[in-house]
């Protein structure tokens, strides 16, 4: 079924799934990141662990090599997640955050997997079309959401609305609000 003409994943059901994905440590790192940050499936592939500051406020520079690069605050839950996956690695700070997601196909395929497990009509980019509806809902400000999503209508990048301290610190409590553990 194509990307759009599936159902949006309610919140229940983005539950579900990241539930689905606890048994595997890479999997439930990546769909957390996906659900919890944001983060698009190739950004979730093409992190490197240099880009993931985890910490008391736990940040990721994501869309490292797109137009759409930004750094933002990462959900607990993720960070949690990110943390007990890289605590089973040894691994350099240049190699990818989520070894063994080098291809971005990797991803979509053990998404899917997870989903048909879960009972769940989604794809890897359903977690964070999800995400995005979760902070739609809770009434972020539009120019909050395209600037933790990297959703960049803007001709000149510079045009874009200056945004408050913090805002990515709210959007992360707004996530871990709607799917967290």
Request: charged content about 25%.
């Amino acid at each position: 079924m194509p990307l759009l003409d599936r159902p949006a994943l309610s919140v229940d059901e983005a539950r579900m799934l990241l539930a689905e994905t606890r048994q595997d440590p890479l999997l439930h790192a990546a769909a957390s990141l996906m659900l919890l940050a944001g983060a698009r499936p190739q950004e979730a592939a093409e992190a490197t662990i240099a880009d993931y500051e985890p910490g008391t406020e736990p940040r990721i520079w994501l869309g490292q090599r797109w137009v759409t690069q930004r750094q933002v605050c990462v959900a607990p839950a993720a960070a949690r997640a990110l943390d007990e996956y890289l605590a089973t690695q040894d691994a350099d700070p240049e190699e990818p955050l989520l070894l063994g997601l080098q291809r971005v196909n990797t991803v979509h395929d053990l998404v899917r997997r997870a989903c048909v497990h879960a009972g769940v009509d989604a794809g890897a980019h359903s977690l964070r079309r999800a995400a995005i509806a979760a902070a739609w809902e809770d009434g972020a400000p539009a120019s909050h959401i395209e600037a933790y999503f990297g959703i960049n209508k803007a001709v000149d990048p510079k045009a874009l609305t200056s945004l408050p301290d913090g805002y990515d610190t709210a959007m992360a409590r707004t996530l871990e609000a709607a799917f967290g553990a």
